[in-house]
């Protein structure tokens, strides 16, 4: 007779069924919350609006939070058997000891989550292994009234129940699940699948799920889940992994609440596996842990000790790469590598960033100098066009380093460790040919609580199973160190990781990039300005609120704030910080600037006004102040004397005109057709015309965008668009300025702008303020320019990157929109023109035309998205010579720190009219940062060259030191400088960083 013909489905639906008698429910909690609309202490846990709730009522709207009170007794019938809770308030659940303490997280079942993942629910609470009927239940738990996602789900009580745990039925749920997806993944033909799924068959023959029964399958399952495999050709290493964006669509006060959940989580897992391997980024949230659960920070700090909690990821948080500077990557690096090795003696070697928006290619030679050997990420998996060639791959940057890069072959961070997970990774991993290794990151993310039960039940029975490679769970840096060992067989990636999507995220909620170029640059002004007047004996060097404010910026950068992908009340948040800590680190610059002047300028006097520039070059500017007009040339990175006093009115210049079709100096003559665009900018020193023939250059656009806060259409430009409306024009001039005024207006918004030329400068301003009120609208300006090239050069951190203009394969027509800091320029060898701004990194350069992505009014997730009044500066900057003969680099970080100007009330010291405090001989190496070291009072200063060169620089010192060092990122001395004075001479390779350490 056939053999019976078996039916997956029924098999599945078998599981279903073994799945349901897990747990029995012998009796109701009592429930009772106080909620209030912000968490509070567990000391003031009943200071809200106490409510006493059954299953399906409610307790709450979106962002409620309350303390639950869950009170019973445990039944006599449950005498001798396991007993656990069943709790779901559809919520976010922190259950804590009887001293507040975080002891385990739940989240609510429906929480919205990808279910090919898995399940998301954590809704059991194991309270005793062996109970003896009797024991009280008084248990507290802190709640939010959303789910994983943020998203509101009812605010009603689901379920709260005392229950039997049938540990047999359980353990063999999990060996049939595992078993049976193990088939389903199979081939047909595979004999492995057929033997299983007849000892499945065979278990559903047996009917009731009885212990008799339970038992009985158990036996018949156990061959197949003993069979091994023989000598793997791959090992997955498998790491517990808990991914939590610090604010996304929750505020930060809710990520607080997350880490507690999920470390607690973590920890009690721990208690039930032996084997689990658990790892969690960020040393910002293992901060808040510290600040606000120390007991529960112990018992991390303990697993960290024994090897079972992995710190991972060098960076204070996980940051967008794109727009954050080359500084602040620094310091985010240098923060987070300190914090660890103070807090567990852990030097973290590998850049754990799942989940950002694109690589930036000058992190390699950062990572590689501040001891970072190895990054993993996941993120390229999400490209739109063209697939990642790897997944083991040498990463290469713009200076040469490399680190040796890891993408997980499961292309995610949240993976289920089913059967499915083991096998997609070894079908998939895209350099299996030379590598025995790859990753496997399993768990639930964003407070799902990381790994559960399932997760780790199954992997106990996936270490050797014939049919998968074998698993070990252990930490990442352990897989990185078994994966370098093939290093040498790894392709090399140069250049960018650009991720081709979420292109929108360079522009979204323009205010909070504002904010972010301000403070980078405030802070280095702040530094510089600290240094100089630490070094002549004024104020104290303020180490402590320098670093309070650098983390709370590098936490703003993290990659769902910067790049605006974060729900309003975020913003709402993050802007009120933003403008307390730039008020708050301006305050601080001129207070030692002013300290600096009252005490070191004079010479007499009678109005001394004090000059001072951070720039490592002089630098000739004209300056208005009380209303006169003055031309000045600063010294390098110092300061200079004026009296304003023997400053005269300036008489008008006849190089400068403005009228309302025209405006002049004595190197632009720009001419304006009717609308307000520009139709020539002749450069009368090279006596050539910038605009190309024919079109409009400043052309501001309005195009449609009814996307999300991440990506724009990538077919807008084949949509009908606007073009702003010019509404009024005035011209004058100011002195030593030409300026031009406009007035646009589009729907409810509008555009005022200055374009301004200035005697002697190459740079033309438009100096702009935008009222913005449109909807699901995108706002770009567009400069298209007689220069033929087939590169775009893009500023980025510590150097240059080019990008084609044109659009000849997938890889470039993905690349449309690019990210580029302080100036994007097309340059022939003979001329070129560059688009500079103060806070913009959006960027288009197709063909001839340099194009400048303004403003995105979406409405998701954070809904009024820059429909806001928003100031800022862009400017254009035609140029004899290619962009490295103009020094393009030089303009854009002119436009970027301004000269700082300090009116004193004079001084009886002699000081000098004109000082340097470093000064360098070559225009290709530019001076970052000047700072004081963190552990000492040596002066640090970070150099990087500009133009992709090598470079000879000699650096002046004018005052005296003992010893000079040249160190990694993290300050740590890699030897000393064998010869130095005054002058202390460095050799660099193109882009090379160095750091130079100065002790006094």
């Not at 901060?287 to 090897?307: A, F, N």
Request: some cysteine; glycine content about 6%; overall charge negative.
């Amino acid at each position: 007779m056939p053999y019976e013909k078996i039916s997956i489905r029924k098999l599945r639906h078998m599981c279903n069924r073994i799945q349901d008698r897990i747990y029995t429910k012998i009796a109701p909690l009592s429930v009772s919350a106080w909620v209030t609309p912000e968490p509070v202490s567990y000391e003031n846990r009943m200071s809200g609006n106490q409510i006493t709730l059954a299953p399906g009522e409610k307790w709450g709207e979106l962002w409620d939070c309350a303390w639950f009170h869950f009170e019973g007794t445990v039944p006599q019938e449950a005498a001798g058997q396991a007993v656990v809770l069943l709790i779901d308030v559809n919520g976010e659940v922190c259950l804590v000891d009887e001293e507040g303490t975080p002891y385990q997280g739940l989240t609510n079942v429906n929480s919205e989550f990808d279910l090919s993942l898995g399940l998301p629910g954590k809704r059991v609470v194991r309270i005793h292994e062996n109970a003896r009927g009797g024991e009280v239940i008084d248990l507290w738990g802190d709640v939010g009234n959303n789910d994983l996602f943020g998203r509101f789900r009812s605010g009603t009580l689901k379920e709260a129940d005392i229950a039997i745990c049938h540990e047999e039925i359980r353990q063999l749920y999990y060996d049939a699940e595992v078993l049976l997806e193990l088939a389903e993944h199979l081939p047909e033909q595979s004999v492995r699948r057929k033997r299983i799924l007849q000892r499945l068959y065979e278990v559903s023959l047996l009917g009731e799920v009885n212990d008799a029964n339970v038992a009985q399958a158990r036996q018949l399952l156990t061959p197949e889940l003993e069979k091994r495999g023989g000598d793997p050709s791959l090992t997955v290493s498998a790491t517990g992994h808990a991914h939590i964006d610090l604010a996304w669509l929750w505020p930060i006060r809710e990520t607080l609440r997350k880490g507690a959940r999920t470390f607690s989580t973590a920890l009690r897992m721990m208690e039930r596996y032996p084997d689990y391997v658990f790892g969690a980024s960020q040393p910002q949230l293992y901060q808040w842990m510290k600040e606000r659960h120390p007991k529960l920070y112990e018992q991390i700090k303990q697993r960290v000790k024994e090897g079972r909690w992995e710190v991972q990821g060098a960076m204070w948080v996980e940051p967008d790469s794109n727009v954050s500077g080359g500084e602040a990557l620094v310091r985010q690096i240098l923060y987070g590598k300190r914090f660890f090795q103070q807090e567990f003696d852990k030097d973290v070697k590998v850049l754990w960033v799942p989940d950002i928006f694109g690589y930036a290619a000058s992190l390699p030679q950062i990572l590689k100098k501040s001891g970072v050997d190895y990054m993993m990420t996941q993120k390229l998996s999400w490209n739109k066009y063209n697939d990642h060639p790897h997944h083991s791959f040498w990463w290469e940057g713009i200076d040469g380093s490399k680190v040796l890069t890891h993408m997980p072959p499961e292309d995610t961070y949240n993976g289920p460790a089913a059967p499915r997970s083991i096998l997609k990774a070894e079908r998939e991993y895209l350099d299996s040919n030379v590598s025995e290794h790859c990753l496997l990151l399993f768990g639930i993310g964003d407070g799902g609580g990381g790994p559960g039960e399932e997760h780790l039940e199954r992997l106990k029975r996936e270490k050797n199973l014939q049919g998968l490679s074998p698993v070990v769970q252990e930490p990442a840096i352990d897989f990185f160190e078994k994966l370098n060992e093939f290093a040498s067989q790894f392709q090399t990636w140069r250049g960018e990781l650009y991720l081709e999507l979420h292109q929108g995220t360079l522009t979204t909620q323009a205010r909070n990039k504002w904010y972010n170029r301000k403070l980078e640059k405030a802070l280095r002004e702040l530094e510089f300005a600290a240094v100089l007047e630490a070094l002549h004996g004024g104020l104290d060097y303020p180490a402590l609120e320098l670093e309070e404010v650098w983390k709370e910026v590098l936490l703003y950068q993290f990659h769902d704030i910067l790049p605006g992908s974060s729900i309003k009340r975020v913003y709402d948040e993050s802007l009120e910080r933003y403008e307390k800590l730039l008020q708050q680190v301006n305050e601080m610059t001129e207070a030692r600037y002013s300290s600096f002047a009252a005490r070191m300028t004079g010479n007499g006097a009678e109005q001394p006004v004090v000059v001072f520039n951070s720039l490592p070059w002089a630098r000739t500017e004209w300056l208005n102040i009380g209303d006169k007009w003055m031309k000045t040339t600063v010294p390098a990175m110092g300061y200079q004397v004026h009296d304003l006093s023997e400053i005269e009115k300036m008489p008008t210049s006849s190089a400068l005109r403005a009228e309302n079709d025209l405006v002049e100096n004595d190197i632009f003559r720009i001419r304006f057709a009717a609308d307000g665009t520009i139709c020539s900018i002749f450069d009368k020193e090279s006596q050539r015309e910038v605009v190309a023939d024919g079109s409009k250059a400043n052309l501001l656009s309005v195009y449609q965008d009814g996307d999300n806060a991440w990506d724009f259409p990538t077919d807008y430009r084949q949509m009908p668009c606007e073009q702003m409306e010019l509404k009024n024009v005035q011209a004058k001039i100011d002195g030593p300025q030409a300026v031009i005024e406009q007035t646009y207006q589009t729907g409810e918004s509008q555009l005022r702008q200055k374009i301004v030329l200035t005697l002697g400068s190459r740079r033309i301003d438009f100096v702009t303020e935008v009222d913005w009120r449109e909807s699901e609208k995108m706002l770009r300006t567009a400069f298209p320019v007689d220069i033929y090239t087939e590169q775009a050069n893009c500023e980025i951190q510590f150097g240059h990157l080019k990008r084609p203009t044109h659009r000849n394969t997938m890889w470039d027509f993905a690349k449309d929109e690019i990210c580029a800091h302080q100036w994007i320029d097309l340059s022939q060898s003979d001329y070129g023109v560059s688009l500079l701004n103060d806070c913009k990194y959006g960027h288009r350069a197709y063909e001839n035309t340099l194009d400048l992505n303004l403003l995105r009014s979406t409405s998701s997730p954070g809904e009024q998205a820059d429909k806001a009044i928003h100031n800022f500066t862009y400017s254009l900057l035609p140029h004899a010579g290619d962009f490295v003969q103009a020094e393009v680099y030089r303009a854009g970080y002119a436009l970027n720190v301004p000269i700082q100007v300090i009116e004193t009330q004079g001084s009886q010291a002699q000081g000098q009219d004109a000082y340097s405090l470093i000064s360098l001989d070559v225009s290709n190496v530019m001076i970052e940062s000047v700072k004081k070291a963190e552990d000492s009072d040596d002066i640090v200063i970070r150099l990087y060259e500009t133009n992709g060169a090598k470079a000879t620089a000699k650096i002046s010192v004018p005052f005296t030191y003992h010893t000079a060092h040249l160190t990694d990122l993290l300050e740590q001395s890699i030897g000393p400088i064998a010869e130095f004075g005054e002058v202390i001479q460095l050799d660099f390779t193109p882009f090379e960083i160095k750091t130079l350490r100065i002790s006094r």
